[in-house]
Structure formats: C-alpha cells, structure tokens
T-cell receptor, first 112, second 114 residues
Framework: GDSVTQMEGPVTLSEEAFLTINCTYT??????LFWYVQYPGEGLQLLLK?????DKGSNKGFEATYRKETTSFHLEKGSVQVSDSAVYFC???????????FGSGTRLLVRP | GAGVSQSPSNKVTEKGKDVELRCDPI?????LYWYRQSLGQGLEFLIYFQGNSAPDKSGLPSDRFSAERTGGSVSTLTIQRTQQEDSAVYLCASSPPTSKETQYFGPGTRLLVL
C-alpha cells in the first residue's frame, strides 16, 4: 500500500544552520505531497504542499520539491531559528477520499 | 475565522466505559476526517465523511469504534468499552469543497484510558 518514510529524529541544529529532513514515498499513482508541522502543545498545521511532479512548495522560508524520479519530497530551510523547533510530518494523499497517509514524524530541536 | 474545534480537550476514563468525542469543522467544509495519534502507531487515518455519509471507514480499528456526522457539520466519534490501547490523541480535520486536498486540523482530544 501507499506509505511515507521520514528520517528518524531528533534532529538537533544550531540557530542559522541549514536544515534538510528527508522524505520518500511509495504510491501506486501520482499523489499530492504535504509537510505538516506540530509545534509544542499545538495542533497540526499545514506548512507547504505540492500537487504534481516538479512543483515546489514553500512557506516561512521552508521549501520542498516534488521529485517523481526519486519519489522524494525533502524539506529544506536555509537558516533555522529556535522557533522552528517542532515535529515535522511528511504526508501524501491520492485517492478520491483525500485521506492523508503520514510519515512517522521528525522532531527538530534548534539550539540558540 | 474560526478553526476546527474539538471537545473535550482531555478525557480520562476507566477501561470498559464508553466515550464520545466531538468535532466542529470549519463552516462550509464538506469533508471531515478523524485521525488518531499514538506513540506506537504514529498518525493513523480512521474515517472520512463527505457530507453526512462515510464512504471510507477503512481506518476504524475495531467495531468498538463508530462515528457519525449530522447536518453536514458536527461529527461525533464514539468508542465503546474502551481499552488501554485506545489511549491516544484523536484529531479531527476538515477541508473545503474548493480545495479538497488541503486539510485543516483541530487541536485534538487527548484520551487516557486507565
């Protein structure tokens, strides 16, 4: 079945460091891809999305490009801040119900 | 505008009791989803509503779990004869008809079964 695999955390970085969180997927068709973020004590928020191959989603300095050839949707940010500390979830949906299939989540901790 | 709301925010119950969890989606959102977030299983899809009907119930883990949606709005997830493994955060999400692939999540209900 369809699935999403994320790199295990926690990922610990110093402020202003470059961030990459890897995400790959397995799907029988052409899914839409998402990154959601969960800040401490808060609910899930949509961070960015990409609907088709080669699309780039971006928001709040984060970017991810939908790569069909490598079935990947890696999350990147050029300079992280302490306030980016959160759990990041990669997800896909593709059938008519649009239900989301999530990866296991990656915890990011940014130190001052 | 108002986001997705869920109640209660926390629920502690004893094993064997029934619980009801409520979700109020964003006004005008026709699709509604329930997910469960637990330590062992991560984020799992439970059920999807389009209007009042549930075309996809494939994620409900057992027949102790049921859900309904009335008036195309509020939804209730019911867990009968709760077990300790039901302890989790139950998340509700909704999406608008104009952007079906984008879901907006509520804050969740944290359920603890003792």
């Amino acid at each position: 079945g369809d699935s999403v695999t994320q790199m295990e955390g926690p990922v610990t970085l110093s402020e202003e460091a470059f961030l990459t969180i890897n995400c790959t997927y397995t799907a029988t068709g052409y899914p839409s891809l998402f990154w959601y973020v969960q800040y401490p004590g808060e609910g899930l928020q949509l961070l960015l999305k990409a609907m088709k191959a080669d699309d780039k989603g971006s928001n709040k300095g984060f970017e991810a490009t939908y790569r069909k050839e490598t079935t990947s949707f890696h999350l990147e940010k050029g300079s992280v801040q302490v306030s980016d500390s959160a759990v990041y979830f990669c997800a896909l949906n593709m059938d008519s119900s649009y239900k989301l299939i999530f990866g296991s989540g990656t915890r990011l901790l940014v130190r001052p | 505008g108002a986001g997705v709301s869920q109640s209660p925010s926390n629920k502690v119950t004893e094993k064997g009791k029934d619980v009801e969890l409520r979700c109020d989606p964003i006004s005008g959102h026709t699709a509604l989803y329930w997910y469960r977030q637990s330590l062992g299983q991560g984020l799992e899809f439970l059920i999807y509503f389009q209007g009042n009907s549930a075309p996809d119930k494939s994620g409900l883990p057992s027949d102790r779990f049921s859900a309904e949606r009335t008036g195309g709005s509020v939804s209730t997830l019911t867990i009968q004869r709760t077990q300790q493994e039901d302890s989790a955060v139950y998340l509700c999400a909704s999406s608008p008809p104009t952007s079906k692939e984008t879901q907006y999540f509520g804050p969740g209900t944290r359920l603890l079964v003792l």
